[in-house]
């Protein structure tokens, strides 16, 4: 339950956003900003960085709503985001898309665990700098919404088909929706 009175018929952020409506605007442009573009990563690259992340810091309703977001856009490979989520290193993604996902999981420990050893392997297989800039920013971007719904709280009632169908909407028609 959360620590603060929500409107239980809105689930997660959308709840936090009703709370406080004068945030919601600039918070839903910088997600459809960050997540919603497929310049330098794909959009699904961006939902396994905010998945990997979030499952990292162990924020529920973030990996889950996003893990299903991400499956949205890499629904040829029905397993790939259970085995981001429980070892990145042994799923069967690119070293590019490894290299990503490293630099996300040194983000989430904090930003001076990124090495510049891990930036120079990621330029070598091809990665950049927006896309490790992006990386970077996703990465950090989680850090806070995970912190913001778990420091408040916040418990999802949605069950495995009402994520499934919200990850759909948002793969389909974004965040402001």
Do not use: W
């Not at 620590?3 to 910088?30: C, E, H, N, Q």
């Amino acid at each position: 339950m959360a620590y603060i009175s929500l409107d239980p018929k809105l689930p997660g952020m959308r709840g936090l956003l009703a709370f406080r409506p004068a945030i919601a605007p600039p918070l839903l442009t910088l997600m459809q900003t960050v997540m919603r573009s497929n310049e330098g990563l794909s959009m699904g690259e961006r939902e396994l960085i905010a998945t990997y992340v979030s499952t990292l810091n162990d924020c529920y309703n973030c990996h889950q709503i996003h893990g299903e977001v991400a499956q949205c856009f890499f629904d040829d490979q029905p397993d790939l985001v259970q085995q981001i989520k429980e070892n990145f290193k042994d799923a069967p993604i690119s070293e590019r898309q490894k290299a990503i996902l490293e630099i996300a999981g040194n983000i989430q420990k904090g930003g001076k665990f990124v090495t510049e050893k891990q930036i120079e392997k990621a330029k070598l297989l091809g990665i950049s700098d927006l896309e490790i800039h992006d990386t970077v920013l996703i990465a950090s971007l989680f850090c806070f919404f995970n912190r913001y719904i778990d420091g408040l709280g916040i418990q999802s009632s949605d069950t495995p088909d009402t994520f499934k169908a919200r990850a759909k909407m948002i793969a389909e028609l974004g965040y402001h929706s």
